[in-house]
């Protein structure tokens, strides 16, 4: 079969194509074919090794040498003691420790997976999870958006703020959206009722108070962002700066303590569950998977290489032709 593979941490020029064995299910796993891939910040950090945190599975070259952690595809067999999924069921989810997806066959024991509903695509199926968990959980369930509450959305435009624009939309929030000058309308188009430019405006300086901040790329000390936000807001730190990092963990709680503002550091966890609840969103049609571009596999290099420039809309999917893709 085929894999894209890396031997040591850089740009996506280190990327490689290679053929390699098929994996066999092991007793509890499933094998799955696969239709299609999303790219997420966990591709990106994991290929680069920054932040320093994307180097735990190995500090001088990579631990895991096959990127991609959103999935699609097909039950091809599955383990003698796994009951869970069958040959031919369609399947979507998360790769257990946000890699190995990136290949045309792959193992796993399915627990972060589900069933692909019959009325998405493979593309978007592959589009939500990783991205769709973390909005879910940054503006339902542990950011608890409401009516008429003030949302911003830093890196609004793309992976998971696509999906975070669109979900605090219909909790009834005011939201504004930061990215780069080519979002600014692919911002407005998912329902933003601001945006920035984060080219000519820092939303730290705006004057501007906020009951939440969903920050997927942090880059502000936690003394700027804790500025914009109003009595009882919350701040959540997705991504970005280590400096950010520790400063919310070290500074965190003092300022919860002084000023009654939150500042977190937003754990998503991989699980079924909230998979589940934001494909129900876009089964509903309450939120569309905003996809950039489609990529075939043998543009590996360039679907990762737009994603790295930071200027895709949405999602950057790679699909693997087995078939066709529907």
């Not at 730290?204 to 901040?213: A, Q």
């Not at 994603?307 to 950057?316: L, P, T, Y």
Request: proline residues 5%.
């Amino acid at each position: 079969m085929k894999a894209i593979v890396f031997e040591k941490y850089g740009p996506p020029d280190v990327l490689e194509m290679i053929k390699m064995a098929r994996p066999e299910p092991e007793d509890d796993e499933v094998l799955i074919r696969i239709h299609a891939v999303s790219l997420n910040g966990s591709d990106r950090e994991l290929l680069s090794g920054k932040p320093l945190y994307a180097r735990i599975g190995g500090l001088l070259k990579p631990g895991q040498t096959i990127p991609g952690s959103d999935i699609a595809g097909q039950v091809e067999s599955v383990g003698e003691s796994h009951k869970e999924f069958k040959p031919g069921d369609e399947v979507f989810g998360e790769m257990p420790g946000y890699n190995g997806g990136l290949a045309e066959y792959v193992t796993t024991h399915g627990k972060t997976l589900t069933l692909k509903p019959a009325g998405l695509t493979f593309e978007q199926a592959a589009a939500i999870p990783q991205a769709g968990s973390i909005a879910l959980r940054g503006i339902l369930d542990k950011g608890k958006a409401k009516p008429g509450q003030k949302v911003l959305i830093n890196g609004a435009g793309g992976s998971a703020g696509s999906y975070a624009i669109q979900l605090a939309k219909l909790c009834g929030a005011e939201v504004t959206g930061v990215d780069n000058t080519g979002k600014l309308d692919f911002m407005r188009s998912l329902g933003a009722d601001k945006v920035i430019d984060y080219s000519r405006e820092e939303f730290t300086n705006s004057g501007e108070k906020y009951d939440l901040i969903l920050d997927l790329i942090a880059r502000h000390s936690v003394i700027a962002c804790r500025k914009t936000l109003r009595p009882n807001g919350t701040y959540f730190f997705v991504g970005g700066s280590m400096t950010v990092m520790f400063q919310i963990l070290l500074m965190g709680p003092l300022i919860r303590w002084t000023t009654n503002r939150n500042l977190r550091i937003l754990m998503v966890p991989q699980n079924r569950k909230d998979l589940i609840s934001i494909t129900e969103f876009c089964e509903a049609g309450d939120i569309v998977p905003a996809i950039d571009r489609v990529y075939p596999l043998s543009d590996f290099q360039e679907a990762f290489q737009h994603f790295a420039e930071g200027n895709a809309k949405g999602k950057v999917v790679i699909t693997l032709g087995h078939g066709g893709i529907t």
